[in-house]
C-alpha cells in the first residue's frame, strides 16, 4: 500500500517570504511524485513532477520539488512568495500496485500569502 | 483539444434520488479516474478506468455508487438512493496512460437535502 502524508493543512507567509510545502510518502515500489495546485472554486492543476533521472524537478509559476529517496519525501519550494500562489496543494503518488496504477493525494494544504 | 469537461457544474437533489453525473475525457486519455473532495478534506480515490481494462472500484464508498466508461470516451458516475453525506465535489481526471499527469475538470458540486 502507499500512502501520502502533508505536515501542515494550513500554511502562511508573507508575500516574498519561502514557501515550504511538506510532503512525505510511502511505497514499496519506486513511485512517481506529483504536485498539483487547486485555485478557489476550479479543478486541480499540474505544478510539477517527478518521474525518474534528475531529483531537483521544477514546474510552472517558480516552484521546484526535490525528491529525496533517504527521507522518502518530495517537499515542494518557492524562494518568493506571491498574493497568485494562495491556493490548495497537493501531493500525490502512483505507483502500480495489485496490477493497477494507484494514485494516492494527500489531504491537501492551503496556502495563505498575506501581504 | 479541450480539456476535461464535466457536467453538471452544480446539482442540488433530495435525500433519496439518484443522480448521474458525466465526465467527458480529453481525447485519446486511456486512463479516467473519479475523485470525491468533501468540504475541507482532500481528494478520495473513488474509481478508475483503464482501456477496456476492468476498472478498479476498490475506493467506491457503498454499493450505491457505480460509475460506467463506453471504451475510451465519457464516463457517467451514478449515485443511487443519495444521502446526506454524499454531499461533496466530484472530480473527473484523464490521463493519456494510467502513470501520467492527470487532468482535472471542474468538478460537480453536488448538494443533498
Known amino acids: 500500500a502507499q500512502s501520502v502524508t502533508q505536515l501542515g493543512s494550513h500554511v502562511s507567509v508573507s508575500e516574498g517570504a519561502l514557501v515550504l510545502l511538506r510532503c512525505n510518502y510511502s511505497?514499496?515500489?519506486?513511485?512517481?511524485l506529483f504536485w498539483y495546485v487547486q485555485y478557489p472554486n476550479q479543478g486541480l492543476q499540474l505544478l510539477l513532477k517527478?518521474?525518474?533521472?534528475?531529483?531537483l524537478v521544477k514546474g510552472i509559476n517558480g516552484f521546484e520539488a526535490e525528491f529525496k529517496k533517504s527521507e522518502t519525501s518530495f517537499h515542494l519550494t518557492k524562494p518568493s512568495a506571491h498574493m497568485s500562489d494562495a491556493a490548495e496543494y497537493f501531493c500525490?503518488?502512483?505507483?502500480?500496485?495489485?496490477?493497477?496504477?494507484?494514485?494516492?493525494f494527500g489531504i491537501g494544504t492551503k496556502l495563505q500569502v498575506i501581504p | 483539444g479541450a480539456g476535461v469537461s464535466q457536467s453538471p457544474s452544480n446539482k442540488v437533489t433530495e435525500k433519496g434520488k439518484d443522480v448521474e453525473l458525466r465526465c467527458d475525457p480529453i481525447?485519446?486519455?486511456?486512463?479516467l479516474y473519479w475523485y470525491r473532495q468533501r468540504l475541507g478534506q482532500g481528494l478520495e480515490f473513488l474509481i478508475y478506468?483503464?482501456?477496456?481494462?476492468?476498472?478498479?472500484k476498490s475506493g467506491l464508498p457503498s454499493d450505491r455508487f457505480s460509475a460506467e466508461r463506453t471504451g475510451e470516451s465519457v464516463s457517467t458516475l451514478t449515485i443511487q438512493r443519495t444521502q446526506q453525506e454524499d454531499s461533496a465535489v466530484y472530480l473527473c481526471?484523464?490521463?493519456?496512460?494510467?502513470?501520467?499527469?492527470?487532468?482535472f475538470g471542474p468538478g460537480t458540486r453536488l448538494t443533498v437535502l
Open positions: 500525490a503518488v502512483s505507483a502500480v500496485s495489485g496490477g493497477y496504477q494507484k494514485v494516492t
Open positions: 481525447s485519446g486519455h486511456t486512463a
Open positions: 517527478y518521474t525518474t533521472g534528475a531529483t
Open positions: 481526471a484523464s490521463s493519456y496512460r494510467a502513470s501520467d499527469t492527470q487532468y
Open positions: 478506468f483503464q482501456g477496456n481494462s476492468a476498472p478498479d
Open positions: 511505497s514499496s515500489v519506486p513511485p512517481y
